[in-house]
């Protein structure tokens, strides 16, 4: 059985999260902000810059939570919730194609183009929602595994 309960394993699935919770906060505040459109350039260029730090995060969060983390002890010690691992999985596979599009998309864009900058800008947002919706479904799927009844007692 796959095991992800050394301290230092822990400790690194930890750190990532919370590191890409920070990033999505930042990137939020980026696409927030009202930059008149003298300003646009730098906004474009701060959106990149956190775009592709989200990117890297998220890619590296979802790769340890498949590979020996926790998707793996849940699919190894509870077999009846494969269904939900396959979903979250699932979203994996959508996220890093939405990656792969959204990454060009962000590059070409022009920085005075405010109507496809904004439709980007969404998203990416959109992206993010999603990302929000997962991490919930993937902390509920957490709980109910270490709160499952196993029975066997009396």
Sequence with gaps: ?????????LSAHWMEHQI???IKDALRVTLDWKAPSVSMPRKLSSVR????SFQRH????????????YLSVVAD????????ISVLVGDHDRFRWQLRELM???????Q?????????????RALLEEVDVHDAAEIELLQESLLMDEGGEG
């Excluded at 998220?58 to 983390?69: D, F, P, Y």
């Excluded at 010690?77 to 939900?84: A, F, H, S, Y």
């Excluded at 060009?104 to 022009?110: A, H, N, Q, R, Y």
């Design 49 to 52: 810059f956190t775009m592709k």
């Design 77 to 84: 010690t509870k077999p009846n919730l494969d269904d939900r």
């Design 1 to 9: 059985m796959t095991m992800i309960h050394d301290d230092a394993t």
């Design 104 to 110: 060009p998309l962000l590059e070409e864009v022009s």
């Design 112 to 124: 005075w183009n405010e109507e496809e900058f904004d439709d980007v800008c969404g998203r990416v």
């Design 20 to 22: 890409l919770g920070h």
């Design 58 to 69: 998220l890619e590296r969060t979802m790769k340890l939570e498949e590979v020996g983390g």
